[in-house]
């Protein structure tokens, strides 16, 4: 399958539309709960959200917190933003009131919309915050906040007044480098009616969202993935399934209960998956998915050629970033083909750098670059800016790569974590998709902790299939990883000790948290160590 570089969009949908053409279809469907919600009730709540944040003063442009999990009422709340005209911002439910608060002066919100589960956190925001004129709660009581039902059911369900201008999401990076930052994309001031939502024209583009749809979103809503491709699939008339977490079995299982067609996981979930065995899987029939899309996070090769002879050519990869600066793109046989590769630009351009800017012929190893695609800016932040831009324009997300002669992009690891040891590169990712292969390896982080001779030497962290038992069983399946790691790399390349942990530090996305792991391990006095 080939794909040209897309033209201008057509005309997206909204909920309005299908409500008016087909109400009682489902656009979402709880999979913990079996909850269900048709496109006239999801348009008549989002109606009635964007007529409280209205009438509470709230005008387009102003910004929203929205602090749920999974919820039910996510999807109402943020489409009722959306219909308002506001900006808003899904809050990840593992920060702290610090961090939230941070987001909500960094952001400007006007408003806060949270679970009761979530109280303390909410209440300590909104604590001293008179410019959060609106202040909702959903599912319980909060001091200072409207109950979100109450408010909610007395509204009209009737639409704004028109013309009304569509809102826009402004998401926070992930911040494994200090303060999260928000990321403004270039996006215009359109109508409601006709504006792109989410990455609809990339669902619809590339993975054939349309009405026949049904799209499992096992990631946390607050996720950029999971709020866009959520939003994407009810603007464009299908049903959403969503998942309070993710699960192995039971991924499966809704993914037979309701015929899923399209889905979206990071390597992680397709590792579970994989561990669970071949007749545990066979149990369950996934014929119905047509888009089994990963990203997010790098997959070893090993993984992805058994998930795709498991699955068949339905497996489809995507490299982008919460930025939106660029899109490549592989389907099955593109990968098979040129093995280990995320895929070709679509809409942009690909250019690989070295340190000074110079671009690099394909085979050799840089910064990517994509150019001639949307812009962005980090909220508030212009030298975090200015340093994720080329010369010539270009954007970077701070990966490393190379092309091949074919204009295809293989990401060799994130520029933050290379390792220099005696002034050798070293990227931990080869000997992260090495060791992952080992059948006793349930989860594995790789990064460099400092060595006074080398200046950094590589350590592996480890997640074994089952906990060694005693110091000796420890330092035989240490010493068992290491030669198995040297018998498919260089000596420099692998790990020179290994450490095993009941769990590694993964955020609900699929993302490790490697970079609070290495300082873990520096603070600790676990680094700075000599030659041995």
Same mark, same amino acid.
């Given at each position: ?135 909702? &709660?959903?599912?319980?009581? &909060? ?58 024209? &990339? ?330």
């Amino acid at each position: 399958m080939t794909h040209e570089t897309p033209l201008k969009p057509p005309v997206e949908r909204y909920p309005g539309r299908y409500a008016a053409e087909s109400p009682e279809r489902l656009a979402l469907i709880h999979g913990g709960s079996g909850w269900t919600q048709t496109y006239r009730e999801l348009d008549d709540r989002a109606n009635r959200v964007s007529q409280v944040f209205a009438e509470r003063g709230l005008v387009p442009g102003d910004h929203v917190m929205i602090l749920l999990d999974n919820h039910e009422r996510f999807l109402e709340v943020a489409w009722g933003a959306h219909y308002a005209g506001l900006v808003y911002t899904p809050c990840s439910t593992r920060l702290t009131a610090e961090e939230v608060s941070y987001i909500a002066s960094d952001s400007g919100a006007r408003a806060i919309v949270s679970a009761s589960t979530f109280a303390d956190v909410a209440s300590e925001v909104a604590s001293g915050r008179a410019e959060l004129v609106v202040r909702l &709660v959903i599912d319980g009581a &909060v001091d200072g906040f409207e109950s979100y039902e109450a408010a909610v059911n007395a509204a009209s369900p009737e639409p704004l007044p028109s013309p009304r201008t569509a809102g826009a999401d402004m998401l926070y990076s992930s911040g494994t480098t200090g303060r999260q930052k928000a990321i403004v994309r270039s996006v215009k001031a359109a109508p409601l009616e006709t504006a792109p939502v989410g990455v609809s024209w &990339v669902a619809r583009k590339l993975f054939g969202f349309d009405e026949s749809t049904v799209y499992l979103c096992p990631a946390p809503l607050y996720h950029g993935a999971g709020i866009r491709f959520v939003m994407a699939a009810t603007a464009l008339g299908g049903t959403a399934v969503i998942m309070d977490k993710f699960d192995a079995e039971k991924y499966l299982d809704l993914v037979q209960t309701y015929a899923v067609t399209h889905s979206q996981v990071v390597p992680t979930m397709m590792s579970r998956m994989m561990q669970l065995g071949e007749d545990v899987r066979a149990g369950f029939d996934t014929s119905s998915l047509q888009y089994f899309v990963h990203s997010a996070a790098p997959c070893p090769p090993a993984l992805k050629a058994q998930v795709i002879d498991w699955l068949g050519p339905v497996v489809y990869e995507y490299y982008a970033g919460t930025e939106s600066n660029g899109v490549v793109f592989c389907d099955s046989q593109q990968w098979l083909e040129h093995r280990g590769t995320v895929g070709r630009p679509i809409g942009c351009e690909i250019f690989i750098c070295d340190d000074e800017g110079v671009v690099l012929p394909p085979g050799e190893t840089g910064t990517v670059y994509l150019g001639n695609g949307s812009s962005f800016e980090y909220h508030g932040d212009a030298a975090k800016t200015a340093a994720s831009r080329h010369a010539r324009g270009w954007s970077t997300l701070g990966d490393i790569g190379h092309v091949d002669e074919d204009g295809f992009l293989y990401l060799t690891d994130r520029k933050a974590f290379m390792i220099i040891s005696g002034g050798v590169n070293i990227y931990p990712q080869e000997a992260e998709n090495v060791l992952a292969t080992h059948p006793d390896v349930f989860d594995v982080a790789v990064f460099g902790i400092p060595n006074l001779d080398f200046g950094e030497e590589v350590k592996a962290v480890v997640q074994p299939v089952q906990m060694p038992v005693g110091d000796e069983a420890c330092e035989n399946f240490e010493r068992e990883l290491i030669a198995f790691c040297r018998s498919h790399l260089a000596d420099i390349k692998c790990p020179r000790s290994v450490d095993f942990r009941e769990e590694l530090p993964r955020d609900p996305s699929g993302k490790m948290m490697k970079r609070g792991l290495r300082d873990e391990y520096v603070a600790a006095g676990n680094g700075a160590v000599g030659a041995s």
